[in-house]
T-cell receptor, first 116, second 114 residues
Framework: NAGVTQTPKFQVLKTGQSMTLQCAQDMNHEYMSWYRQDPGMGLRLIHYSVGAGITDQGEVPNGYNVSRSTTEDFPLRLLSAAPSQTSVYFC???????????????FGPGTRLTVL | GDSVTQMEGPVTLSEEAFLTINCTYTATGYPSLFWYVQYPGEGLQLLLKATKADDKGSNKGFEATYRKETTSFHLEKGSVQVSDSAVYFCALSESGGSNYKLTFGKGTLLTVNP
């Protein structure tokens, strides 16, 4: 059981370049999400998905796209990178059982992105 | 909307000192409350949880009690170790249909010196 995996671990981009951050989970979780972590700002939700074919915007979605074609994968696309997108990006997944008292989220190890 | 406010750091303690990190929340309904920990260079992992008022979550010597009357969930540990150095996040999730979505506080960096 690999849990939540993210690639790459580090990435440096130039302004205007595009790239995709990969996220995969092998726990058959319905819910997947992307956060960015910035100093003094905590974790802010970018986009999330509650199943294949279903995505929605979080708190800071501008400049990012997502899709969910399979249960396992939830890639995050930066269409035209900007220095303001320099951050550490975390993917997380969990079950989406609304009858449960809570659904524990499992986090990937993160991708550290620098945009020059 | 929901929000979580936690004590700003950084917090620096000596080994075996007592730790408190304050956390208060604003939410509609009856949220579940969590503390997540992030060790250097790693992702977040769940440290402890409480799903209803007066519940006490505990793990690895850390404790937090869900206080509905003060809307608080303060993290405590009686004797910290160097290995507890990490960033600690308080978080909540609403009950019901969106109980998988988390709202985080800004995090508190704890450094424990030998």
């Amino acid at each position: 059981n690999a849990g939540v995996t993210q690639t790459p671990k580090f990435q440096v981009l130039k302004t205007g370049q595009s790239m995709t951050l990969q996220c995969a989970q092998d726990m058959n979780h319905e819910y997947m999400s992307w956060y960015r972590q910035d100093p003094g700002m905590g974790l802010r939700l970018i986009h999330y998905s509650v199943g294949a074919g279903i995505t929605d915007q979080g708190e800071v979605p501008n400049g990012y796209n997502v899709s969910r074609s399979t249960t396992e994968d939830f890639p995050l696309r930066l269409l035209s990178a900007a220095p303001s997108q320099t951050s550490v990006y975390f993917c997380a997944s969990s079950y989406a059982d609304h009858r449960a008292a809570y659904n524990e989220q499992f986090f990937g190890p993160g991708t550290r992105l620098t945009v020059l | 909307g929901d929000s979580v406010t936690q004590m700003e750091g950084p917090v620096t303690l000596s080994e075996e000192a007592f730790l408190t990190i304050n956390c208060t929340y604003t939410a509609t309904g009856y949220p579940s409350l969590f503390w997540y920990v992030q060790y250097p260079g790693e992702g977040l992992q769940l440290l402890l949880k409480a799903t209803k008022a007066d519940d006490k979550g505990s793990n690895k010597g850390f404790e937090a009690t869900y206080r509905k009357e003060t809307t608080s969930f303060h993290l405590e540990k009686g004797s910290v170790q160097v290995s507890d150095s990490a960033v600690y996040f308080c978080a909540l999730s609403e009950s019901g249909g969106s109980n998988y979505k988390l709202t985080f506080g800004k995090g508190t960096l704890l450094t424990v010196n030998p």
